[in-house]
């Protein structure tokens, strides 16, 4: 997981903002939040059914009262005129640039009212510098009309915190919500009311008072629904999950051919291990890495899952009934073809404990062929801090090709889809109360939601001009002061993600590409906006159990009939109420 | 016969020692030896494979293996961490609360000791079974945080230092010290007028100098390792020690990597060399401070261990 916000960072600092949300977008799904915590797979909210295309719209809450609103607002996106820009193909594959484009103001006047806003936000980075010596923070202030007071959260410490302060009322201004953050029971706080119900102000007409979060896609407001209520305001994330990539270069050594069926694939999976593909003379290779926290593994069990089309935790009978993954032929043949690679071999001998970053760094110091991440890695070695780069650093021979489901699998294959957010900002219930206080609130998670090119996507990516970031043959580099003053401060939005890739623009065509056949291919969980409190009470229970029983047969100490025993109890440890309770919910 | 027996006796009277008091034979000295050693390397060797991993080149560690000695010294890892000033000024915070958090302790815990080690005090057995049930049961997170909160001391470095302000162990070990220390010094410094805290400050608090000066390490360590008290009561985080803030580094190392690299061709330094340095660093201080408590520690330890 560490590695997850890692590779995010870094890829923030090294493309734009927006770059950047886009490839962790890709990194985000697949790490578990911590190693042992949960897997991700954020399922945050649960609502109605994968609601329409278009969101019920009541009327929005009082008219607004212009005299205290203050005039201004974001003026919609100037990205439609930015030259050398490759448009999305389909919703969800973000929009491409391959230059610097000339920055355009997206936003006039100042969001806020002047008064203070505390934030409370989870944190992957150090600190920012203190605020009376921090001139992005300075200047943030002054662009917002506000204090900003963030409480910066460290991600493993987020859940108590979390816990701590709902417990103590008087709740900041804006509350991040991520329960997928060991902070399951904020499901109980939204249940009882404590955030402010925010649908009114964020569907229909209302929305568009608040320009770039009404580019939102839909998926992105219905995934987060919490019983069909808007919460918070989702933070965007690439649609794109985690996918496979192995060594090509291993498999010309080895003198393999490209794996097009699953027994090829097994087979050169096994070879990885008992061939020499690095020319080390020792026996220090192996196909795989770490099989994963849960059932769903997202690790290099997923690998095997996605080839067989496993669907994405549940799958939606023709009768409206559900059945979980664990009860589908595919994942049993999953179980089956890990099982046989396992005893071939092919597997690290520590993967059973291994931890996500351990698995990422035995991948680029070419230790296992295989391994599962998020796309953004994998677009081009050429841009830092991915694993493909860091990959070339160790070995400048190493070649990534993606094992796509459907090459491998037949035309079953898929990959699992993000939420297309990662968490999501709420507002008090105390706070709600005030609906201009409301609307100011919103008014600044849309300023910070700026498009890309616009003048305060600039400042929020790269701060100030000659303090934060210095502009080498076009293209702003975050300087090591710039990457302190910024830290975390606006972690709680972001824009659209987009690919921005100065380093190397020339991989922004093919990265587009590469996302959009993965989309192609994409499911997504259907609980995701379903509400079953069975399943957030147990889930972390179920997980872990799941994670046994699937060790427990793919090493081979139990044998693969042991799946039956494993789906009887866990059906019986609040599987089946969590599937009753999600038909309850689906059919509405 | 006799001989032998007076020749025994000689040899026994001659060394005026018991036999296993004699000094061991070069065999014995030499297993001796080695089995301390051995138990020196152990505990030695993950330290020197910490450091050694600090200070060794990227793509040494990347590779792999087991480094005992950087083959490629860098400081990359160091000047990552200490880069930007928040490192250093968390190291600032920890430093002053371990002194200030460290002195408030040792009065309180110390005032409360002297106290309970009276047995004439009306209610200290009462006093002494309260702090007792401390040891048994320990506020959750919550009430810890509402309390903390209701004291306005949310935001405050006091919130880092009060809750907790007196260990129990610390001070039954402390009661137990003073309680030793002979009556009749006590009644002679009565005798000569002394008040009670002239008896505390002139007589109990030397005779107890070793025991102070471990349980204020323990403290002071105490105090520098922690950091989930930090997350809870702090939400300003440039009053964060120095624990929290490496924590970030630790737990997001690769994180950082990415966000100090500046030059996108160098590659940074990788987690783990990052890690191990924020390992010295954080270790440090401590390591420091150690050496000139150490000929107090052997002793405060044992205290209580043999009964004159």
Known sequence: MAMRHSRRALLRTTLGLTGITSLLAACAPATPASPTSAPVAPKPTSAPPPAPTTLPTPAPPAATAPATAPPGGSLGTPTALAEGKLPSPAVGVPDGFTMMPKLLKSYDGKPGRGGKVTVFTIAYQPPPVPRDQN???????????????????????????????????????????????????????????????????????????????????DYMWNNVKFKNKIIGVPKPLQRNGNIAFYRGDWVKKLGLDAPKSMDVLHDLLVAFARGDPTGSGQKDTWGLGRYGTDWGGWDSTLIAFNMFGTPFNWRKNPDGTLTHQIETDEFRMGIDFLRRLYADGAFHPDSAGMTFAQCQGAFIGGKIGAHSEGLGNFYSPTIASTVYFKMRQADPNAELVGLYPTQAGGAKG?????????????????????????????????????????????????????????????????????????????????????????????????????AHEILKIGIDDLSWPLYSATDIAKRAELNQFGFDSMTAIITGRQPLSALDDAIKEWKSRGGEQTRKEFEQALAG | MATALERSTTVTVTSGRPAWMEPPGPPEQVAKTLFLVAIAVVMLFPFVYVVAISFSSAKDVLAGGLILWPKNPSLDAYQAILRGGIVARALLVSTGLAVFGTAAKMV???????????RAVPGAKLVLFLVLGTLLFRPGLIPSYLLVKNLGLIDTYQSLILPGLISAFYLVILRNFFMNIPQELIEAARLDGGSDWQVLWHIVLPLSKAVLAVIALFYGVDIWNAFFNAVLYLNDASMWPVQLVLRQYVLQGSAMASAITLDPNQPPPPAQTLQMAIVVVATLPILVVYPFLQRYFTRGVLSGAIKA
């Open chain 1, 135 to 217: 001139q992005m923070w300075q200047e943030l202030e002054k662009r917002l009309g506000v204090t900003w007071e963030p409480i910066i959260t460290p991600q493993p410490e987020y859940g108590n915190k979390s816990a701590a302060l709902i417990a103590g009322g008087n709740l900041p201004d804006l509350f991040y919500l991520n329960p997928g953050q060991n902070a399951a029971p904020q499901y109980k706080a939204m249940d009882q009311g404590a955030f402010t119900d925010l649908t009114a102000y964020l569907t229909g007409e209302a929305l568009k008072a608040y320009k770039n979060l009404s580019t939102f896609p």
């Open chain 1, 414 to 514: 898929v990959t699992r889809n993000t939420q297309g957010s990662f968490g999501y900002t709420a507002i008090p219930a105390a706070v709600g109360k005030d609906e201009e206080r409301v609307k100011e609130l919103l008014r600044i998670l849309d300023y910070l939601a700026p498009p890309f090119g616009s003048e305060e996507w600039f400042f929020l990516g790269y701060g100030i001009e000659g303090v934060d970031h210095q502009v080498t043959n076009g293209v702003p580099v975050l300087n090591e002061r710039g990457i302190s003053e910024r830290g975390d401060l606006t972690y709680i939005m972001a824009g659209l993600p987009t690919l921005f890739i100065p380093q190397a623009p020339d991989a922004v065509a093919p990265a587009q590409k590469m």
């Open chain 2, 108 to 118: 309180a815990t110390v005032a409360l000791a002297y106290g309970l080690s009276k």
